[in-house]
Structure formats: structure tokens, C-alpha cells
């Protein structure tokens, strides 16, 4: 069974603290994604990788950055929080191999609220 | 760029009521297109997919059909039951590399 997990689920923080938000999966999958959810927004990417080393920017990258130093990780750094960026965040995998059919296969999320 | 819109906002149906969810999507070429379902308090789920026109995608009762030409991907079942209340995404894939790009969502509620 495919498996995303991400820490924590939930977190406050303040603005100009630093956040970090953690991705865990054991699909093996090379491609893995962060998305944040708002209302009228539906999922918007923010970066991705295609493996180890290597990170994207998405849609809205500003103001995160991106770590993946395995396989198996992948976080999402908030240097700076700001209000703006309260929100719930997903993390995804994909397996490359299955090209553009291949599905993505989401954690259960984190609820960020910066105060 | 790619792009995704789908029926905007809610829908609201009294079980065994059919449904629709509008799609649509630009993009060139065939890209492959996607619905994702979302359960209050979980993370989006695959639920099918179809990669080219005229194919049929279903799972657990819905279903949509590529329509090239309209450029849509409609989802639709036949008898919603509550358990199907949940928010609906359409989505696109335009290559190999390329990222999915998602609708805003559509909030199904079932009511019983």
C-alpha cells in the first residue's frame, strides 16, 4: 500500500519564525510534490522534485523553499512566515515510470496557521 | 498555459439524484486527465483517468468520458449516495514531465 505521511499535522507559528514541514513516503516513487489548499483556490503547486537533489518551483514558489535530500523525503521551508501563508499544505508522490498516466498519491496534510 | 475549470462551488443533491460535475480544460495536444477525490479530513485520492479521446474512465460508480473536441471530461454518477459527499478535482497532465494541474474543486454534498 502506497504511503505519504507528513509532519507535523498540525502547527502554529508566528510571523518571521521559521517553519518546516516534513514529507515522508515509501513508494519509491522518484517525483514528489507540495501543494497548498485554500478555498476558491483548489490545489496549487508550490515546488516539486524528480529525485534526490533536485528541486522545482511550481506555481507559487515565493516566499518557501524546498529540501529533498533522499529518495524518501521532502520538506518545505518557510523562512519567513507570514500571515498569507496559513493554509493546509500536501505533500504528493509519483512513480516517473508511469509517464503522464501516472497518478499522484497525496499524505493527510498539515494545517499551518501563522499568527 | 494548461488549465483546468470545473463547476464552481458546491452541489447539492438528495441521494439517488444523478450528478454531474462540469470539466474543462486547455491545453494542446492529449493531455491525460484526471479526477481526484477528497473525504473531509484525508488528502486527495486518484479515482480514474483517461489519456485519450473518447476513452471512458470509471471507479466505484462515476465516470467520464475525453471529449477532444469540447475539450471536457464531465464526471457523472448515476445514484450519489451520502458517503459520496466529499470535494471532487479535475485535473491534467500535459507530458511526461509535466506537472498536474488541478481545477478549484467542487464540494458534492449528499443529502439524506
Known amino acids: 500500500e502506497a504511503a505519504v505521511t507528513q509532519s507535523p499535522r498540525n502547527k502554529v507559528a508566528v510571523t518571521g519564525g521559521k517553519v518546516t514541514l516534513s514529507c515522508n513516503q515509501t513508494n519509491n516513487h522518484n517525483n514528489m510534490y507540495w501543494y497548498r489548499q485554500d478555498t476558491g483556490h483548489g490545489l496549487r503547486l508550490i515546488h516539486y522534485?524528480?529525485?534526490?537533489?533536485?528541486?522545482e518551483k511550481g506555481d507559487i514558489p515565493d516566499g518557501y523553499k524546498a529540501s529533498r535530500p533522499s529518495q524518501e523525503n521532502f520538506s518545505l521551508i518557510l523562512e519567513l512566515a507570514t500571515p498569507s501563508q496559513t493554509s493546509v499544505y500536501f505533500c504528493?508522490?509519483?512513480?516517473?515510470?508511469?509517464?503522464?498516466?501516472?497518478?499522484?498519491?497525496f499524505g493527510p496534510g498539515t494545517r499551518l496557521t501563522v499568527l | 498555459g494548461d488549465s483546468v475549470t470545473q463547476t464552481e462551488g458546491q452541489v447539492a443533491l438528495s441521494e439517488e439524484d444523478f450528478l454531474t460535475i462540469h470539466c474543462n480544460y486547455s491545453?494542446?495536444?492529449?493531455?491525460?486527465l484526471f479526477w481526484y477525490v477528497q473525504y473531509p479530513g484525508e488528502g486527495p485520492q486518484f479515482l480514474f483517468r483517461?489519456?485519450?479521446?473518447?476513452e471512458k474512465g470509471s471507479s466505484r460508480g462515476f465516470e467520464a468520458t475525453y471529449n477532444k473536441e469540447a475539450t471536457s471530461f464531465h464526471l457523472q454518477k448515476a445514484s450519489v449516495q451520502e458517503s459520496d459527499s466529499a470535494v471532487y478535482y479535475c485535473?491534467?497532465?500535459?507530458?511526461?514531465?509535466?506537472?498536474?494541474?488541478f481545477g478549484a474543486g467542487t464540494q458534492l454534498i449528499v443529502i439524506p
Open positions: 522534485s524528480y529525485g534526490a537533489g533536485s528541486t
Open positions: 504528493a508522490s509519483g512513480d516517473a515510470l508511469g509517464g503522464p498516466y501516472a497518478e499522484q498519491f
Open positions: 491545453a494542446s495536444g492529449y493531455p491525460a
Open positions: 483517461a489519456s485519450r479521446d473518447k
Open positions: 485535473a491534467l497532465r500535459g507530458s511526461a514531465l509535466g506537472r498536474l494541474h
